[in-house]
């Protein structure tokens, strides 16, 4: 799909009309008085956040944001695999897919041994392992991923836009108010120009600052960013240009003798094209502002750097100019870590406004929506009283671990891009290296949440040795019983807040009166104890809550869809239709058996229990009624 041939223009490229490309959005009228959840700040954590939130109707979500309207421009672009997995959720991944530039190889140019002022290809990598995800690493400009989620909100039962031209002034908490009361009171200016120096109060029961590194939330409940000064000034810029460099197409890191780095990221639409060029080391305490840096520097520098090729820059986009460092905050939370056991959480924040990040691993958007998804599910379930308000205590444990993980990676890997400019050709070959044996961790597939009330132990890891608990559902694919229809078997997960239970069958009939199957199915019916029973409620579908799927080992054509239990065939809605959507087999016929890819173990089958936010919560036998009603127990409210 290409665009920009005559120069950039923002908005969906599908759109003929320039003038119709970027739609208005934006609420209008004053802020309503009390929410369930205020969310400050309109960037990919905010709305990643909201538009999970918007999808309950019972939940009232208010996002504000002191800009002026929706983002059209720049900022970030790296779309990881992890994130394409989570975007699927959300339902817009087949457009970001048709619309992005895909990172199929990543090469490296190094000084020529022969001529060190010019440049040489040193390497050329596949930028993502085999089998790693079923998406790609792919680029686009984050206004487009705005979009993709305010579209989401506009459409969901919510019908939720966010509130422009406001500036949250400060937070005051009541520390006696119960649960369900609105105890968070924020103060608010208007800065759009029809309004200017109007001010708002609203109350809201908790708020979440993904406000960027400035954070005033983060400031109103005393946390810091600590770590790493910014010691390195970088540039960015979005051009339309001409060269001769025969990489302009590939992502390329490209390290001069003198004049420092240069990555190319090829952009959406065919002509585009993102650099980053490295332009000076900051003396301590020094702000990238004092130099007074143009674009034209910025141009001047990545020439320099890829001597001998020529760039002729048409069109600048987008520019900008920033620090470097790594910075984190102990907490994402207002609770003190001694008070864990007394006090519930009423603020967050998540993104930029508690991790920083350089850009050089293209992690700083992705990790800020991970947060985002991490901690909405959590709040939906809290509001509806489906869990216990102690859960949202696993957010900041869960989401700082992670944050840390990434920023010590981070900034190894700036150090490693430095050390090997230093060391010539022998250090391009040493980050060639490193960028292959970490491409886990760019792919955004490492996260590994520790055991805690929502992740279990091991003991029963060696019946599904490739679904790792902890890490996120790795998908593969599948052929559905009623339809035969080939799909990823992650992909029955939408963002919905819905827990998900995948039986992988034995050897045997699931049919059959003593299968294991059917004695699951028929403890999630019947059993007392059974968690879907405990947590559906009254006059709810049966998978309103817990949404249970089965996998069988053969092949789709030798099983009886009708002779199946009747829980993997639900009856739903006000018509009481039948779900055919629920039973899988392998697929076979591209030798893509999912028990062979994920290490099913064959002979026992097992449970395996995935959060609302794709990562495995545990793995059990098929009879492991008693550690499956246990999980849910130790969070979840029984339904009213």
């Given at each position: 799909?290409?665009?920009h041939?005559?120069?950039?223009?923002?908005?969906?490229?599908?759109?003929?009309?320039?003038?119709?490309?970027?739609?208005?959005?934006?609420?209008?009228?004053?802020?309503?008085?009390?929410?369930?959840?205020?969310?400050?700040?309109?960037?990919?954590?905010?709305?990643?956040?909201?538009?999970?939130?918007?999808?309950f109707?019972?939940?009232k979500?208010?996002?504000?944001?002191?800009?002026?309207?929706?983002?059209?421009?720049?900022?970030?672009?790296?779309?990881?695999?992890?994130?394409?997995?989570?975007?699927?959720?959300?339902?817009?991944?087949?457009?970001?897919?048709?619309e992005?530039?895909?990172?199929?190889?990543?090469?490296?140019?190094?000084?020529?041994?022969?001529?060190?002022?010019?440049?040489?290809?040193?390497?050329?990598?596949?930028?993502?392992?085999d089998?790693?995800?079923?998406?790609?690493?792919?680029?686009?400009?984050?206004?487009?991923?705005?979009d993709?989620?305010?579209?989401?909100?506009?459409?969901?039962?919510?019908?939720?836009?966010?509130?422009?031209?406001?500036?949250?002034?400060?937070?005051?908490?009541?520390?006696?108010?119960?649960?369900?009361?609105?105890?968070?009171?924020?103060?608010?200016?208007?800065?759009?120009?029809?309004?200017?120096?109007?001010?708002?109060?609203?109350?809201?029961?908790?708020?979440?600052?993904?406000?960027?590194?400035?954070?005033?939330?983060?400031?109103?409940?005393g946390?810091?960013?600590?770590?790493?000064?910014a010691?390195?000034?970088?540039?960015?810029?979005d051009?339309?240009?001409?060269?001769?460099?025969?990489?302009?197409?590939?992502?390329?890191?490209?390290?001069?003798?003198?004049?420092g780095?240069?990555?190319?990221?090829?952009?959406?639409?065919?002509?585009?094209?993102?650099?980053?060029?490295?332009?000076?080391?900051?003396?301590v305490?020094?702000r990238?502002?004092?130099?007074?840096?143009?674009?034209?520097?910025?141009?001047?520098?990545?020439?320099?750097?890829?001597?001998?090729?020529?760039?002729?820059?048409?069109?600048?986009?987008?520019?900008?100019?920033?620090e470097?460092?790594?910075?984190?905050?102990?907490?994402?939370?207002?609770?003190?870590?001694?008070?864990i056991?007394?006090?519930l959480?009423?603020?967050?924040?998540?993104?930029?406004?508690?991790?920083?990040?350089?850009?050089?691993a293209g992690?700083?958007?992705?990790?800020?929506?991970?947060?985002?998804?991490?901690?909405?599910?959590?709040?939906?379930?809290?509001?509806?009283?489906?869990?216990?308000?102690?859960l949202?205590?696993?957010?900041?444990?869960?989401?700082?671990?992670?944050?840390?993980?990434?920023?010590?990676?981070?900034?190894?890997?700036?150090?490693?891009?430095?050390?090997?400019?230093?060391?010539?050709?022998?250090?391009?070959?040493?980050?060639?290296?490193?960028?292959?044996?970490?491409g886990?961790?760019?792919?955004?597939?490492a996260?590994?949440?520790?055991?805690?009330?929502?992740?279990?132990?091991?003991?029963?890891?060696?019946?599904?040795?490739?679904?790792?608990?902890?890490?996120?559902?790795?998908?593969?694919?599948?052929?559905?019983?009623?339809?035969?229809?080939?799909?990823?078997?992650?992909?029955?997960?939408?963002a919905?807040?819905?827990?998900?239970?995948?039986?992988?069958g034995?050897?045997?009939?699931?049919?059959?009166?003593?299968?294991?199957?059917?004695?699951?199915?028929?403890?999630?019916?019947?059993?007392?104890?059974?968690?879907?029973?405990?947590?559906t409620?009254?006059?709810?579908?049966?998978d309103?809550?817990?949404?249970?799927?089965?996998?069988?080992q053969?092949?789709?054509?030798?099983?009886?869809?009708?002779?199946?239990?009747?829980?993997?065939?639900?009856?739903?809605?006000?018509?009481?239709?039948?779900?055919?959507?629920?039973?899988?087999?392998?697929?076979?016929?591209?030798?893509?058996?999912i028990?062979?890819?994920?290490g099913?173990?064959?002979?026992?089958?097992?449970?395996?229990?995935?959060?609302?936010?794709?990562?495995?919560?545990?793995?059990?036998?098929?009879?492991?009624?008693?550690?499956?009603?246990?999980?849910?127990?130790?969070?979840?409210?029984?339904?009213?």
């Open positions: 799909m290409q665009f041939l005559n120069g950039f223009q923002p908005g969906d490229p599908e759109i003929a009309d320039p003038a119709e490309r970027v739609q208005c959005s934006g609420a209008v009228g004053p802020l309503p008085r009390e929410v369930d959840v205020l969310i400050v700040g309109c960037g990919p954590a905010g709305l990643t956040l909201a538009a999970q939130l918007a999808q109707s019972d939940i979500t208010c996002i504000v944001e002191q800009k002026p309207g929706r983002l059209t421009i720049g900022q970030a672009d790296g779309i990881a695999c992890r994130t394409m997995e989570m975007f699927h959720a959300y339902g817009f991944s087949e457009r970001v897919l048709k992005a530039y895909w990172v199929n190889e990543t090469t490296f140019w190094k000084p020529d041994e022969r001529a060190p002022e010019t440049i040489v290809r040193s390497g050329r990598v596949q930028d993502v392992e089998g790693l995800s079923e998406f790609p690493h792919v680029i686009l400009n984050q206004a487009r991923i705005h993709g989620f305010l579209d989401v909100m506009r459409k969901s039962p919510a019908k939720l836009e966010p509130y422009y031209g406001r500036r949250l002034l400060d937070l005051q908490v009541d520390r006696t108010a119960g649960p369900a009361d609105h105890a968070v009171t924020a103060r608010l200016e208007r800065v759009d120009a029809a309004n200017e120096r109007k001010f708002e109060t609203i109350k809201a029961r908790y708020v979440v600052g993904c406000d960027g590194a400035r954070s005033v939330v983060r400031k109103s409940i946390r810091e960013l600590h770590g790493d000064s010691n390195h000034a970088w540039g960015v810029m051009v339309l240009a001409v060269t001769d460099f025969p990489d302009i197409r590939f992502k390329a890191l490209i390290q001069s003798a003198q004049d780095s240069l990555l190319i990221i090829p952009r959406e639409g065919g002509y585009m094209v993102r650099l980053y060029v490295e332009l000076a080391k900051l003396e305490g020094e990238v502002a004092n130099r007074n840096i143009t674009a034209d520097d910025v141009i001047a520098k990545a020439r320099r750097i890829l001597n001998p090729h020529k760039l002729e820059v048409k069109e600048i986009a987008w520019w900008s100019v920033y470097i460092g790594q910075r984190l905050t102990d907490k994402f939370d207002d609770v003190p870590q001694a008070e056991a007394t006090q959480p009423r603020i967050f924040i998540a993104g930029d406004a508690c991790h920083t990040h350089s850009p050089k992690q700083g958007m992705n990790v800020s929506m991970q947060d985002a998804f991490n901690l909405g599910w959590k709040l939906a379930s809290v509001i509806r009283t489906q869990c216990a308000p102690g949202l205590h696993t957010y900041s444990a869960e989401r700082q671990a992670v944050a840390k993980e990434l920023i010590d990676f981070d900034r190894e890997w700036a150090g490693m891009l430095a050390s090997a400019a230093k060391a010539g050709g022998a250090g391009a070959a040493k980050t060639q290296d490193y960028f292959v044996r970490h886990r961790y760019t792919a955004g597939t996260t590994h949440y520790r055991f805690s009330i929502l992740t279990g132990g091991t003991s029963h890891q060696h019946l599904a040795e490739g679904l790792v608990i902890g890490k996120r559902f790795h998908s593969a694919p599948v052929i559905r019983l009623a339809d035969a229809k080939p799909v990823h078997l992650g992909h029955a997960a939408s919905d807040g819905r827990f998900r239970i995948y039986a992988f034995r050897a045997e009939d699931p049919a059959a009166a003593g299968s294991a199957i059917r004695a699951l199915c028929n403890f999630l019916c019947e059993a007392g104890e059974s968690p879907v029973r405990r947590y409620p009254d006059g709810a579908d049966i309103s809550v817990i949404d249970l799927r089965a996998v069988f053969q092949h789709h054509h030798e099983l009886a869809v009708e002779a199946m239990p009747a829980q993997l065939l639900p009856r739903k809605g006000r018509y009481g239709l039948v779900d055919y959507e629920k039973m899988y087999c392998p697929d076979l016929k591209s030798g893509a058996d028990f062979a890819m994920r099913i173990d064959r002979k026992a089958g097992c449970m395996v229990v995935v959060r609302p936010d794709q990562y495995v919560a545990q793995v059990l036998p098929l009879d492991g009624f008693a550690e499956l009603a246990s999980y849910f127990d130790a969070f979840m409210l029984r339904a009213s």
